[in-house]
């Protein structure tokens, strides 16, 4: 009894934060279209699955889906928003509490919702309920006539034989109508909260369909007798109750689809701004954005590294080429300001003291590898990303993130691809790069200014205008103990070289002319 009386009263399953993987959690934002702000490889570099898994923490399927969403495609600057429901306790605390059951979600659907429309169901399976009738007929018909027994016997087949055709889909299809139904559940309580406070906004746009997101659950769902233990199982295989529930809510389904879309996009937002929310409350820093051509951020940190250090960049015009010694961080800084120009652009706000930045597509070039699957070398590899980087270049202004560009081959003609390509990059949009062949810093200062990654005289890092005057490479050939003379020897034909191409005196010309 007391579980049907906890079936009737809408009782929730635990919250489980079942583990999606990236296709469910991708599918929403996939089928809705619309330009792509950043790419798969941008995507990885960036590591914006660790960052979405932190962002979403405590949030359901739903939620993670229309956070995706913005992070792959969408633009949403409104951080005041945000900021206004984090600072309002109560607001946020029956906001979340009316989402809750939410978790318990263990399948997505948007792929039933925003995919290809059902079928509606075939004519014939109106006539399924007379099946189990006709059986206990028949069943009864054999206790006063004996060939009654042949009937009843071809009913059963013909019984079972629809319930296997039937039972995986029906099965698939009822967990999803079950988040379906959770999803309404949760549409119809947020409609009767009180339109107050930072919660006002959400609860006025989801109280006009509430009544008919409970009613649309009610129709979807079974009843709840027939989903208690013991019964559930005679039900369905004596009484088709799961087959013709699947075709009957079929039709349900199809006739409530617009409605069904509109709840999933109102609940899957506000639960995606409740874990912003959440977010922005234990950042340890965090400030709205001003859209700028400039890429200005002040004590900027990567909300992924754990007391990471503040460093301020200012990149203006067409970029700026990064160098500075080996394991400085030149890296994590490039991460760094991707990820934060990802989440200017998503999100409305940055992890800054203050910050400027423009609402940009970010396109990254950073781990290019060896495949041995693909039979594709490294440099081939990264003459392939570089292609790809200039395609995206043509279709507008786009920030470019470039780590070690093509290290793949020879120092001369590393440089000499590397200027050619960034020089053509920075023509279109913004180029970020970082190398250690610091004379691309010449070749390229008529488009990129130079920054400079070091420590102060306190060990701590600090970005300023200029080049690094002095590498580390074969420094630290005697610190890993190579050894005397080959730190010598190394020492030797470094001095060599740099006589002739480390640091050219005059580039001016050589790409501009």
Same mark, same amino acid.
């Given at each position: 009894?007391?579980?049907?009386?906890?079936?009737?009263?809408?009782?929730?399953?635990?919250?489980?934060?079942?583990?999606?993987?990236?296709?469910?959690?991708?599918?929403?934002?996939?089928?809705?279209?619309?330009? %792509?702000?950043?790419?798969?490889?941008?995507?990885?570099? @960036?590591?914006?699955?660790?960052?979405?898994?932190?962002?979403?923490?405590?949030?359901?399927?739903?939620?993670?889906?229309?956070?995706?969403?913005?992070?792959?495609?969408?633009?949403?600057?409104?951080?005041?928003?945000?900021?206004?429901?984090?600072?309002?306790?109560?607001?946020?605390?029956?906001?979340?509490?009316?989402?809750?059951?939410?978790?318990?979600?263990?399948?997505?659907? =948007?792929?039933?919702?925003?995919?290809?429309?059902?079928?509606?169901?075939?004519?014939?399976?109106?006539?399924?309920?007379? #099946?189990?009738?006709?059986?206990?007929?028949?069943?009864?018909?054999?206790?006063?006539?004996?060939?009654?027994?042949?009937?009843?016997?071809?009913?059963?087949?013909?019984?079972?034989?629809?319930?296997?055709?039937?039972?995986?889909?029906?099965?698939?299809?009822? &967990?999803?109508? =079950?988040?379906?139904?959770?999803?309404?559940?949760?549409?119809?309580?947020?409609?009767?909260?009180? +339109?107050?406070? %930072?919660? +006002? *906004?959400?609860?006025?746009?989801?109280?006009?369909?509430?009544? !008919? %997101?409970?009613?649309?659950?009610?129709?979807?769902?079974?009843?709840?007798?027939?989903?208690?233990?013991?019964?559930?199982?005679?039900?369905?295989?004596?009484? @088709? =109750? /799961?087959?013709?529930?699947?075709?009957?809510?079929?039709?349900?389904?199809?006739?409530?689809?617009?409605?069904?879309?509109?709840?999933?996009?109102?609940?899957?937002?506000?639960?995606?701004?409740?874990?912003?929310?959440?977010?922005?409350?234990?950042?340890?820093?965090?400030?709205?954005?001003?859209?700028?051509?400039?890429?200005?951020? !002040?004590?900027?940190?990567?909300? #992924?590294?754990?007391?990471?250090?503040?460093?301020?960049?200012?990149?203006?015009?067409?970029?700026?080429?990064?160098?500075?010694? /080996?394991?400085?961080?030149?890296?994590?800084?490039?991460?760094?300001?991707?990820?934060?120009?990802?989440?200017? &652009? =998503?999100?409305?706000?940055?992890?800054?003291?203050?910050?400027?930045?423009? @609402?940009?597509?970010?396109?990254?070039?950073?781990?290019?590898?060896?495949?041995? +699957?693909?039979?594709?070398?490294?440099?081939?590899?990264?003459?392939?990303?570089?292609?790809?980087?200039?395609?995206?270049?043509?279709?507008?202004?786009?920030?470019?993130?470039?780590?070690?560009?093509?290290?793949?081959?020879?120092?001369?003609?590393?440089?000499?691809?590397?200027?050619?390509?960034?020089?053509?990059?920075? &023509?279109?949009?913004?180029?970020?790069?970082?190398? $250690?062949?610091?004379?691309?810093? *010449?070749?390229?200062? $008529? %488009? #990129?200014?130079?920054?400079?990654?070091? *420590?102060?005289?306190?060990? &701590?890092?600090?970005?300023?205008?200029?080049?690094?005057?002095?590498?580390?490479?074969?420094?630290?050939?005697?610190?890993?103990?190579?050894?005397?003379?080959?730190?010598?020897?190394?020492?030797?034909? $470094?001095?060599?070289?740099?006589?002739? @191409?480390? $640091?050219?005196?005059?580039?001016?010309?050589?790409?501009?002319?």
């Amino acid at each position: 009894m007391m579980k049907l009386l906890k079936l009737l009263m809408g009782y929730e399953a635990p919250a489980i934060d079942f583990p999606f993987p990236r296709t469910d959690v991708a599918m929403y934002g996939q089928l809705q279209g619309g330009a %792509a702000h950043i790419d798969g490889q941008t995507w990885d570099e @960036l590591q914006l699955d660790a960052y979405l898994e932190r962002v979403a923490q405590g949030c359901s399927i739903f939620g993670r889906q229309a956070l995706y969403r913005r992070l792959l495609g969408g633009q949403d600057a409104a951080y005041a928003r945000v900021r206004a429901l984090a600072d309002d306790g109560a607001a946020f605390d029956a906001l979340t509490d009316a989402c809750r059951g939410l978790r318990a979600v263990d399948t997505e659907v =948007a792929q039933m919702l925003f995919g290809p429309e059902p079928a509606r169901s075939p004519r014939w399976s109106g006539a399924l309920a007379l #099946l189990p009738v006709a059986l206990m007929l028949s069943v009864l018909l054999a206790f006063v006539w004996g060939p009654g027994w042949i009937a009843a016997l071809a009913l059963w087949v013909v019984l079972m034989g629809v319930q296997v055709a039937w039972y995986v889909r029906a099965q698939a299809w009822g &967990r999803q109508v =079950a988040a379906l139904q959770q999803l309404l559940r949760a549409h119809s309580m947020l409609g009767g909260l009180p +339109a107050d406070s %930072a919660g +006002a *906004p959400y609860v006025a746009a989801l109280r006009p369909g509430a009544r !008919d %997101a409970g009613r649309a659950s009610r129709v979807l769902g079974r009843s709840p007798l027939q989903m208690l233990p013991g019964v559930s199982e005679y039900s369905e295989w004596m009484l @088709l =109750a /799961n087959i013709r529930h699947y075709f009957n809510s079929r039709n349900a389904f199809v006739d409530r689809l617009a409605a069904l879309r509109d709840s999933y996009r109102l609940v899957a937002e506000l639960e995606a701004d409740l874990a912003l929310a959440r977010h922005v409350r234990e950042a340890p820093v965090v400030c709205a954005v001003e859209v700028s051509d400039a890429v200005v951020l !002040d004590s900027v940190v990567h909300p #992924l590294v754990a007391d990471a250090h503040p460093l301020s960049v200012d990149v203006r015009g067409s970029g700026a080429f990064i160098s500075g010694q /080996n394991g400085v961080g030149k890296s994590t800084l490039l991460r760094t300001v991707g990820l934060n120009l990802v989440a200017a &652009r =998503a999100f409305g706000f940055c992890y800054a003291q203050c910050a400027q930045a423009p @609402l940009l597509p970010v396109y990254a070039s950073m781990q290019n590898e060896d495949s041995l +699957a693909d039979g594709e070398s490294l440099y081939i590899s990264e003459l392939r990303r570089a292609r790809e980087l200039l395609a995206l270049a043509a279709q507008g202004r786009t920030v470019f993130l470039i780590d070690e560009i093509f290290r793949g081959t020879n120092h001369v003609e590393s440089v000499s691809a590397a200027a050619a390509v960034l020089d053509e990059l920075a &023509r279109h949009g913004m180029v970020i790069v970082s190398s $250690h062949n610091v004379v691309l810093a *010449p070749l390229l200062a $008529h %488009a #990129l200014s130079p920054l400079c990654v070091e *420590p102060d005289a306190h060990g &701590r890092l600090h970005v300023r205008s200029g080049v690094l005057a002095r590498t580390n490479g074969i420094a630290l050939l005697s610190q890993h103990g190579f050894g005397d003379a080959i730190d010598a020897r190394a020492h030797k034909v $470094h001095a060599w070289l740099s006589s002739h @191409l480390a $640091h050219p005196q005059n580039c001016d010309g050589v790409l501009t002319s």
